[in-house]
């Protein structure tokens, strides 16, 4: 089957939580279902070409200085890493391996022209690995409408809360687009201030400036201000299509990881964001010692010869991408409430946590018997699900919007 192309960034609020483990695995699985190309955003780390070993003849500063194209940066895996071509259709563009001040702090003109190069891009599957924070060189390429994958760890709280951040940004990021003074919704503010709205979303970004402090209670104070005015419906529109897609790293069962990682990470979802935010679990990765010595020897865990364990048959494979398949229905969000009918952020998410612990109860009967390289697999079947059984802005997206562009998309979806 010939899909769409489809545009699927890592990012995590931290680095160290196994971004780049992921999107290499993750990259190297779906590449057996179609031409992948992953990209290294995490300039300056370079890391990517750190974890293959292979011999890297142009990487993006070939494209950002050398006016290469995209595609004649990107590098192959070699027979010695690959006798049987069974990852032929892999291809990674890497990082420049030395810090190169305007490469590795690429501005907007590069960004966008990345981009540009990026969109048009033959490929069925390109995975970004972006680098830890929040600066445009990560927001810019997100997509507006989902939150790509995320990675977090348990017990690790501080990357947890800047995950958590990675949706703020991405959701103010388009709030100001829609009320940017050149958007193309401007014409259905009627008679609304721009630059009234802007201050109001300027306090509700700010964590500081209470009583404020989320989108649920921006829009409260929209309605109050406005009453049943379209722009209203626009913004709740934008909140209530996104879906954040996470993945958890180091996963050391359902308690550890429920409590120490998803339950405190929908809880900064509801007090900081918005409390109406689907999330949706595709799978972890555990922590084994076999994950971080493939890094080291540069030989990728799904490449890697296991010791004993012989590959699994075809039919574990079905199995898997079966088990992948019973998540394919998004779960909805958290229905809206009234302000009266509203608690703060911990209460209003504790109905949606249960069942958030009960998704990993059913994936941990799903995965009991799996081994850590069966981890990629299982999240590598349930991107291909999600990628088959729903609109390309679900999940990932079949292009990267520019700042000026992404008002357009929304117009479009909020009619
Ligand atoms: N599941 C895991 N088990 C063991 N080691 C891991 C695992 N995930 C990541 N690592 C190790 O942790 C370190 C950070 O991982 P990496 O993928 O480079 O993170 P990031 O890209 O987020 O900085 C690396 O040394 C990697 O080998
Ligand atoms: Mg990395």
Redesign the pocket.
């Known amino acids: 089957m010939r899909r769409e192309k489809r545009i699927i960034p890592v990012s ?1 609020g ?11 695995n993750l990259a190297l699985a779906l590449s057996r279902h179609g031409r992948t190309l992953l990209i290294d955003l ?1 300039m300056g ?1 370079s ?1 990517v070409r750190n ?1 293959v070993d292979v011999l890297v003849q142009r990487d993006l500063y070939h494209f950002f200085k050398k006016n290469y194209s995209l595609s004649d940066c990107a590098t192959t895996l070699s027979t010695r890493i690959d006798p049987k071509g069974e990852y032929k259709n892999f291809a990674f563009v890497a990082a420049p391996q030395h810090l190169i001040e305007d490469v590795t702090n690429f501005d907007r003109a590069k960004r966008e022209r990345l981009i540009d190069a990026i969109n048009r891009l033959d490929a069925d599957f390109i995975v970004l ?1 972006l680098k ?1 924070g929040l600066d445009p060189s990560v927001t810019d390429f997100l997509p507006h409408s989902n939150s790509g994958i995320l ?1 977090f ?1 348990p017990h690790l709280i501080a990357a947890t809360m800047a995950a958590a951040d990675i949706v703020k940004a991405i959701m103010f990021r388009k709030l100001r687009t829609v009320f940017a003074p050149d958007s193309p919704l401007y014409h259905e503010m009627k008679g609304v201030p721009p630059a009234l709205i802007n201050a109001l979303i300027d306090r509700v970004e700010d964590p500081y400036d209470s009583p404020i402090h989320d989108l649920d209670a921006f829009i409260d104070d929209l309605h109050h201000a406005l009453g049943d005015h379209p722009i209203i419906r626009y913004v709740a529109s934008a909140i209530d299509s996104f879906v954040v897609h996470f993945v958890i ?3 050391n069962g359902i308690r550890e990881s429920y409590e120490t990682a998803i339950k405190p990470f929908a809880r900064a979802l509801a007090e900081n964001v918005t409390a109406h935010l689907a999330i949706e679990h595709l799978g972890w ?12 020897r540069r030989v990728p865990v799904l490449i890697a010869k296991e010791d004993r364990a012989p590959a699994r048959a075809d039919s574990a494979m079905n199995e898997l991408s079966r088990l992948a398949a019973r998540y394919g229905k998004p779960r909805p969000a958290p229905a809206r409430k009234p302000k009266a009918a509203r608690a703060d952020g911990a209460h209003v998410a504790a109905p949606y946590l249960d069942g958030q612990l009960d998704m990993l109860r059913r994936m941990q009967d799903d995965l009991g018997g799996v081994t ?1 390289r069966e ?1 990629f697999l299982y999240i590598a079947y349930r991107v291909l699900h999600m990628i088959d059984s729903r609109r390309p802005g679900d999940f990932g997206d079949t292009r990267l919007y520019k700042r000026s562009e992404i008002a357009q998309a929304l117009a479009r979806r909020g009619r």
Do not use: M, P, Q, W
């Open positions: 995590s931290k680095g160290g939580v196994g971004k780049t483990t992921i999107a290499l995490d780390t890391s974890c690995d830890a990675i760890t790293n180091r996963f990765v555990v922590s084994h010692a076999k994950i971080d010595e493939s890094n080291v850590y981890n």
